[in-house]
């Protein structure tokens, strides 16, 4: 699999997922930290990359627009160290990382998760 960090999440976790053998860049490694989110979804779809983002914009940009691809998952966590939010991502990878292959939209909270596939 491969990801792409909005700016919200810390190139610690981007660090993490490469660790762990995936492939991912964040934004601020390609000067992008200012690309607009819809821009940020086109990037995404074309590099065939799952969004990580803190952004809950992403779900709707993606739900209004009927694609099926790219996958986001939505970090809404309340422990946002870049420690826990990589264990809990991981962790949620080792789940679910079928249905993020082939679209959807994850949200991840800290003891739980949901998964929707896409289009909505």
């Given at each position: 699999?491969?990801?792409l960090a909005?700016m919200g999440?810390?190139p610690?976790?981007?660090?993490?997922?490469?660790q762990n053998g995936?492939?991912a860049?964040h934004?601020i490694?390609?000067?992008?930290?200012r690309?607009?989110?819809?821009?940020?979804?086109q990037k995404a779809k074309q590099?065939?990359r799952i969004?990580?983002t803190?952004?809950l914009d992403?779900?709707d940009?993606?739900?209004a627009?009927?694609?099926?691809?790219?996958?986001?998952?939505?970090?809404?966590l309340n422990h946002?160290?870049?420690?826990?939010?990589?264990?809990?991502?991981?962790?949620?990878l080792s789940?679910?990382?079928?249905?993020?292959?082939?679209g959807?939209?994850?949200s991840?909270?800290?003891?739980r998760y949901?998964l929707?596939?896409?289009?909505?």
């Amino acid at each position: 699999m491969r990801f792409l960090a909005d700016m919200g999440v810390s190139p610690l976790t981007v660090e993490a997922l490469r660790q762990n053998g995936y492939e991912a860049v964040h934004l601020i490694e390609e000067g992008l930290e200012r690309l607009p989110d819809s821009a940020i979804l086109q990037k995404a779809k074309q590099e065939e990359r799952i969004v990580l983002t803190f952004d809950l914009d992403f779900g709707d940009l993606l739900a209004a627009s009927a694609d099926v691809l790219p996958s986001v998952i939505i970090f809404r966590l309340n422990h946002t160290n870049p420690a826990f939010v990589s264990a809990r991502l991981l962790e949620i990878l080792s789940q679910c990382g079928e249905d993020l292959t082939t679209g959807a939209i994850l949200s991840v909270q800290d003891n739980r998760y949901r998964l929707r596939r896409l289009p909505i």
